[in-house]
Each structure stands twice: as structure tokens, then as C-alpha cells.
């Protein structure tokens, strides 16, 4: 086998995974990657709150992963009060398909820019125990932050308990013993631990779809390993039942590509993480 920064290599990562989600809507996105036995990295909300908005959109709207009718309730709704999507997903984690991130806790905007040490071990403490319950096939490894947004007190604690990471390069300066990287690539911070930098979402309703097919193919050809990070309500944007025809025609096109003879390895962020430990 070729070494793992030399083999062509693609991780798929999904935010916002909660409550609010059903696995007919994941099927819809990743269940060509499912059927192929490929594995999709999801970011799941633990409890996410109902009232969460944006705060650098004019107008602080909403978070568009809420569906409409759930919006401005201020309670914070538990992944385990789905229970059709965590039996859904226990099985998929059981079969090596899916891995489940941790991504905060409530997702709200600014949960872990916090300098607080305390509030950030509680969060990441019940947060873990939380989807362990609810998943108890997963092995939580992954640390996804909410938005993109984390202090770099939350980014030592998270180094310290041997969590992955996957975030923007943004967040990285304040702590020089991370790995310098940018774009799309992984480091390593420790043994077995492992850094993923993921500096743009490809697919999104911000684009025009031939346009995100374009910066998925170029990210494809130009990078030994691709994270593809999406938001998967996005297909759907803004909560149609049935996901948007030419949103899909491009990611389908998109996964052709990478489903080819030729494509590359699909991977976890764990599995990514023990093929480096491994030295292959």
C-alpha cells in the first residue's frame, strides 16, 4: 500500500446531525456511499437548541439546521428523543458505515469560544456520555466545533483528552504546537491522535451547483486527501421534503467520480487516524 500522504483520499463530514433529523434525508444524500459499504463521518448534536441563531447574518436568523416549526422554542431537544434515528444510526456505526463527531453540545453560535475551563469539560463530558448512550456501536473520537468557532482553551482540553479534531486552520494559531496546515489536510498531533483541516464548504445553497461541482472536482485533483464537509439539510434547503433536483444532480455527479474504478479511498476520521498509526 501506498504511504497514507501519498494515496488519494477522501473523508465525508456532515454537520448538524440532531434530533430534527431523519434517516430518510441522510439516505437521500450519502445512501449511495452506504450501499457501496463507504463510511460518512457525522457531526451529531447532542441537544440541540431550539432557539439558536446566527450571529454573523444580518438579522441574526435562525439556524437553518432547525426545521421551521421548531424555531425560537427555547428548549434544547436530545438526539436520544429520536429514537428511529438513533436506532438508524447505532446500526450503521455496527457496520463501519457511519462515524459519529461529537459537534458541541447545544451548537449554540459561541458554545466553545469560552475560555472556561469548567464549562468546557462539562459539555464535552455529557456531550461524549450522551451520544455513548444513545449510540452505544460508536466509538467518539472526533471533535467537530459548532460553526467553526473554538477558543484555544477548548482546543487544549481536547488535545489533552486524545480527541481528533476537525475545524478550520483559522482556529489554530494561538496554539503553536498544532500542526501548520491549511485548505484540506491532516497532521498529526500526537500518537494515534490526528488534526483535519477543512477550510471551505464545497457544497452549499451559497453556490450554484455547477459551481460547487467545480470546487469538489478541483479540491478532488489538486489534494492527496479531500474533506468533504456538508451540511446535509442543506440538499433540501429550505426544508422541502424532496432535496433539490439540481443540488443532487451535481453531488450525484460528484460521487460518480468518486465511486469510479479509479476513485479514491473513502475514509473515516478514525480510520484515517490508525492508517497513519499503522505507518501505511
Known sequence: MKPAETMRTIIFRDDDTSYFTTPKRLEAVYGRLWEAGLPVCLAVIPEAFGDTRVYWTDGNPHDPSIPPAYRGTERCYSILENAELCAFLNDKAAAGLVEICLHGYTHTFYEFITHDRAVI??????????????FP????KTFVPPYDRISPVALSELVARGFHISTMSLNLAPLPELPRIAGFAAGEIGPGQMLYVCDDYLFTYKRTPPESLRLARAALAGNDLSIVSNHYWMFF?????????ADMDAWNAFLDEVLAADGPAVMSFSGYADRVSAGE
Not at 456501536?137 to 467518539?140: D, G, L, Q
Not at 434547503?237 to 433536483?245: K, L, V
Request: charged fraction near 35%; aromatic fraction near 4%.
Open 237 to 245: 434547503h429550505p426544508w422541502r421534503e424532496a432535496p433539490n433536483a
Open 137 to 140: 456501536a460508536a466509538r467518539i
Open 121 to 134: 469539560r462539562r459539555k464535552l463530558d455529557e456531550g461524549a456520555a450522551l451520544l455513548e448512550r444513545a
